[in-house]
Every structure is written in structure tokens, then in C-alpha cells.
């Protein structure tokens, strides 16, 4: 009887640690809505800082900033989880890469300013994520 009372409890054990496996948190770059808020932050700072008749819209991106990592958080994510993300040089890598995809796909390589501006004008236009970040001058 006690081994059976054993394999009962194991198994319950068992059982009761799958969801926890099941529901283990992705790592934060997975997570598209903050990766993609990032990348939106990400292509209207190189917009702004490349385009004279473009300016950001600085306490919008701040809000947004603030509102992905009050999002992290309550996804379950650590403050130090959110910071090695935001600082880690492999993450920056990649976001970059996805930046310069972007734009290649609006037909503007990484030396085409005016390019890169008319994109931002157009997605101010559009008001996407991105645009909602930038205001012409």
C-alpha cells in the first residue's frame, strides 16, 4: 500500500509540474510584441537622427518605452531579464539586421537618406507604430 501511496504522489507531482514546464516564458526577444515595439523605437530614432525635416515625438517614444516594460513585467519577466535584453549586443545585432530589412524591403539601403526620410514621411503619414513616434518639422 505505501508503494502505491508513493506512485500516487509522484504522479500527482508529476502532473502538477507540467503546466509549469509547459508555461515557461520564451526568451523576452520571442516575444513579438516587445520585440516589435522595440524595432518600431528602434527605425524612428535612425529616422530622426538621419532626417533634418523629421523629429521625434520624444515623450510618445518614452511612453512606449515604459509601456513595453511594464508589459515585460507582467508578462513575468525580471527587471535584470529586461535589461540584459535591452543591452545585449547580440540582441542589438539582430535588431539592427531586422532595421536594414525593413528598409530594403521600402527599397532604401543603409546610405540612402533621402530614402530613409521619405519612408519616415510615410509612415508618419500611415501613423503606424513607427510614424506615431516621428512628426515633421
Same mark, same amino acid.
Given at each position: 500500500?505505501?508503494?502505491?501511496?508513493?506512485?500516487?504522489f509522484?504522479?500527482?507531482?508529476?502532473a502538477?509540474?507540467?503546466?509549469?514546464?509547459?508555461?515557461?516564458?520564451?526568451?523576452?526577444?520571442?516575444?513579438?510584441?516587445?520585440?516589435?515595439?522595440?524595432?518600431?523605437?528602434?527605425?524612428?530614432?535612425?529616422?530622426?537622427?538621419?532626417?533634418?525635416?523629421? #523629429?521625434?515625438?520624444?515623450?510618445?517614444a518614452?511612453? %512606449?518605452?515604459?509601456a513595453? /516594460? @511594464?508589459?515585460? &513585467? +507582467?508578462? $513575468?519577466? #525580471?527587471?535584470?531579464?529586461?535589461?540584459?535584453?535591452? %543591452?545585449?549586443?547580440?540582441? /542589438? @545585432?539582430?535588431? &539592427? +539586421?531586422? $532595421?536594414?530589412?525593413?528598409?530594403?524591403?521600402?527599397?532604401?539601403?543603409?546610405?540612402?537618406?533621402?530614402?530613409?526620410?521619405?519612408?519616415?514621411?510615410?509612415?508618419?503619414?500611415?501613423?503606424?507604430?513607427?510614424?506615431?513616434?516621428?512628426?515633421?518639422?
Open positions: 500500500m505505501s508503494n502505491l501511496r508513493t506512485a500516487v509522484a504522479s500527482l507531482l508529476g502538477l509540474a507540467l503546466p509549469s514546464a509547459a508555461m515557461a516564458k520564451p526568451p523576452l526577444g520571442e516575444v513579438r510584441e516587445i520585440h516589435d515595439g522595440l524595432l518600431a523605437v528602434g527605425i524612428a530614432d535612425e529616422i530622426r537622427n538621419r532626417c533634418d525635416d523629421i #523629429s521625434a515625438r520624444m515623450l510618445t518614452m511612453g %512606449t518605452l515604459h513595453l /516594460k @511594464k508589459r515585460a &513585467r +507582467a508578462l $513575468g519577466y #525580471s527587471n535584470e531579464e529586461i535589461e540584459d535584453y535591452v %543591452t545585449s549586443k547580440a540582441e /542589438k @545585432k539582430k535588431m &539592427r +539586421a531586422e $532595421g536594414v530589412a525593413y528598409m530594403a524591403a521600402r527599397g532604401v539601403t543603409a546610405d540612402d537618406t533621402a530614402g530613409l526620410c521619405r519612408v519616415g514621411r510615410e509612415e508618419i503619414a500611415r501613423g503606424s507604430a513607427i510614424g506615431a513616434l516621428l512628426r515633421e518639422k
